[in-house]
Structure formats: structure tokens, C-alpha cells
């Protein structure tokens, strides 16, 4: 990975932006692989969750567990502090994703 230092001697403002872009450029890509990862992950946890939705809906069970969602929080919040990552943003994100499968357990019992 390039870095931008500012030219002390001999630098050109051209030679600067030229090295700024290609910089930009090689974080775009780094956050495109990024969030091909993500998508591919969320997908593949939603597989995961649909069983689960069948399995809640075959056995009558409550589409949601709050007890294990405190659990999932908990574990997410220590990982996100370990990953530099906001907890409360992770927390959120979490949160977001499994009232999704909530949503989708829902439907799957009617
Ligand atoms: O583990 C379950 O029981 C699920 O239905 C999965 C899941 C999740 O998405 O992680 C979704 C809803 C529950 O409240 C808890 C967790």
C-alpha cells in the first residue's frame, strides 16, 4: 500500500495528486473486496437462519430468542473493541440484521 507524504523537495503538485489517486484507488478496491466479503457472508448466514426459521416453524418454537441475542451482543460487543470497531455501531448492525430474520421467521410460520 502507497502512502502520501507531502513532496519536501522536487515534488510537483502533478506528481502529488497523481500519487493521491492512485492511493484512493487502491483503497476502493481494498473496500470493494471488502464488501463482496460481507455480501457473501451475510448470505451466508441467512442460509443458516432459514433452516433455523423451517426448524422454529416445524416445531412451533418462538420466532425470537431474546436470551440468545443478549449473548450474541455481548460476544459482538468484545470482538468489535478487539477489531477497532465501534461497539454500538456493531451492536446496531447486529440488531438490524436479526430483526430481518425475525421478519423472516414470522412469515415462514404463517
Ligand atoms: O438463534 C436463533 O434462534 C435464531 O433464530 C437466529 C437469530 C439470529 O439471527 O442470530 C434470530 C432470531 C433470534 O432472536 C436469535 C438469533
Do not use: C, W
Not at 522536487?10 to 464488501?35: C, N, P, Q, V, W
Request: aromatic share 6%.
Amino acid at each position: 500500500m502507497l502512502d502520501l507524504q507531502t513532496p519536501k523537495t522536487g515534488g510537483t503538485m502533478t506528481d502529488y495528486s497523481e500519487k493521491a489517486a492512485l492511493i484512493l484507488k487502491e483503497h476502493r478496491e481494498s473496500i470493494d473486496r471488502l464488501d463482496a466479503i460481507l455480501i457473501y457472508t451475510l448470505g451466508e448466514r441467512f442460509k443458516h437462519t432459514q433452516s433455523v426459521g423451517k426448524l422454529k416453524a416445524t416445531y412451533d418454537l418462538p420466532a425470537s430468542d431474546p436470551k440468545r441475542e443478549a449473548q450474541q451482543i455481548d460476544r459482538l460487543e468484545d470482538l468489535a473493541k478487539r477489531a477497532d470497531l465501534d461497539p454500538k455501531f456493531a451492536t446496531k448492525f447486529l440488531n438490524f440484521i436479526i430483526s430481518e430474520v425475525i421478519q423472516h421467521h414470522k412469515k415462514q410460520q404463517k
